[in-house]
């Protein structure tokens, strides 16, 4: 979170929220000052996402049904994060470019997405190698929707962070 600049008073997203893990720690980590999207394709994930909002008595979250290739995000949007869920972005109908652009059109001027996924390769929990994604597939992905790359990161030991901004050329910090 700290890579995407998340404060007290942020307002975030989470692209495919699913059971709303990261919504949770991302509402806390805001505060009552800051707004989080929580965002999915699914209706029964926006459910699930509503009932445990509610049960952890936060009013900072707000959930959105999205479509495959546009997340219907408001405007001013100062990060957005997107975890395990960019191999599922490749799959039809979703066409990733133009999600990642419809998500770009949402940000502030200095906004910024990360996209955490699981290194390439067998090793460790998460999905099987031929499920797992390539960081240069999502850089390339990003770049051909304007993005550019400002920051690459491990997660260790499993996962590997990049941070995108918009437009410009690739300039990754150390």
């Known amino acids: 979170m700290d890579a995407l600049r998340i404060a007290d008073g942020s307002v975030v997203a989470e692209l495919g929220a699913a059971g709303g893990w990261f919504t ?3 509402a806390r980590r805001v505060g009552p000052n800051g707004l989080v999207y929580a965002e999915d394709i699914q209706a029964e ?3 699930r996402i509503g009932r445990r909002v509610k049960q952890e008595n936060l009013s900072n979250v707000r959930t ?6 546009d997340p219907r995000l408001p405007q001013g949007i100062d990060a957005v994060l997107i975890v395990e869920t960019f191999a599922e972005m490749e799959l039809p ?3 990733p470019v133009q999600l990642l652009r419809n998500t770009a059109e949402s940000l502030k001027p200095d ?3 990360g996209i955490v996924d699981f290194n390439p390769g067998n090793g460790g929990p998460g ?9 240069s597939t999502v850089i390339n992905t990003a770049t051909a ?3 550019r790359l400002v920051a690459r990161e491990t997660v260790p030991p499993f996962q590997f962070l990049l941070v995108f901004g918009k437009g410009g050329s690739s300039r990754p910090t150390p």
Request: net charge neutral; glycine share 10%; no cysteine.
């Open 45 to 47: 994930m926006i459910d």
């Open 145 to 147: 929707a304007g993005l």
């Open 64 to 69: 959105i049904l999205g479509t495959p290739n």
């Open 93 to 95: 109908p979703t066409n």
């Open 24 to 26: 949770i720690k991302l």
């Open 111 to 113: 906004g910024r997405i």
């Open 127 to 135: 999905p099987a190698a031929e499920q797992r994604v390539d960081p």
